[in-house]
T-cell receptor, first 114, second 114 residues
Framework: DGGITQSPKYLFRKEGQNVTLSCEQN?????MYWYRQDPGQGLRLIYY???????QKGDIAEGYSVSREKKESFPLTVTSAQKNPTAFYLC?????????????FGPGTRLTVT | KQEVTQIPAALSVPEGENLVLNCSFT??????LQWFRQDPGKGLTSLLL?????REQTSGRLNASLDKSSGRSTLYIAASQPGDSATYLC?????????????FGKGTKLTVNP
């Protein structure tokens, strides 16, 4: 089955610890994205990557870091510098193009930091 | 800056009713508009993608329309069923910004009562 996988589904961490969220896709998509979802707010873009070894900051990149060493993988690290890390994190992917392609989402990771 | 608004925030209807969900966006310069469904605690499922040159798209009991000049889209659900209960999200890809990032509304939470 083609799709996007995110792991783990639930993640608990103590304040001050860095944590890495996994995102893998087997859709052969060039572009990948990380969004954050908070109650009562729309999804907001954290980082995106349109090609391997290249990525760009989204609207709320502070306190986060990413890497794109392989086409299939786009891990997100939530650092201790992120002031409000507790949220639902969603990874997405799409074909690269002039904005005309459908985005597909993974099942999400719920991160709780105490 | 592109903003997406969805009204109403919540909607409750009896089973079998036809219904319309509304989405508006402030800047008509978009590549496409996408409607998603999200079940509690889950990722997003893409329902329909409308390119900026299109007026509508249909899939089963769902029909989405796009009026780019007025900045509006509607999602029509025919003969609603309890299984349609979910949050429906609308998102656009602005042509400005150099990426295919989605700008989301906050969603409409739909409850279909048996």
């Amino acid at each position: 089955d083609g799709g996007i996988t995110q792991s783990p589904k639930y993640l608990f961490r103590k304040e001050g610890q860095n944590v890495t969220l996994s995102c893998e896709q087997n859709l052969n998509h060039d572009a990948m994205y990380w969004y954050r979802q908070d109650p009562g707010q729309g999804l907001r873009l954290i980082y995106y990557s349109q090609i391997v070894n290249d990525f760009q900051k989204g609207d709320i990149a502070e306190g986060y870091s990413v890497s794109r060493e392989k086409k299939e993988s786009f891990p997100l690290t939530v650092t201790s510098a992120q002031k409000n890390p507790t949220a639902f994190y969603l990874c997405a992917s799409s074909k690269k193009g002039a904005g005309g392609y459908e985005q597909y989402f993974g099942p999400g990771t719920r991160l709780t930091v105490t | 800056k592109q903003e997406v608004t969805q009204i109403p925030a919540a909607l409750s209807v009896p089973e079998g009713e036809n219904l319309v969900l509304n989405c508006s966006f402030t800047d008509s310069a978009i590549y496409n508009l996408q409607w998603f469904r999200q079940d509690p605690g889950k990722g997003l499922t893409s329902l329909l993608l409308i390119q900026s040159s299109q007026r509508e798209q249909t899939s089963g009991r769902l029909n989405a329309s796009l009026d780019k000049s007025s900045g509006r889209s509607t999602l029509y659900i025919a003969a609603s069923q309890p299984g349609d209960s979910a949050t429906y999200l609308c998102a656009v890809v602005p042509t400005q910004g150099g990426s295919e990032k989605l700008v989301f509304g906050k969603g409409t939470k739909l409850t279909v009562n048996p």
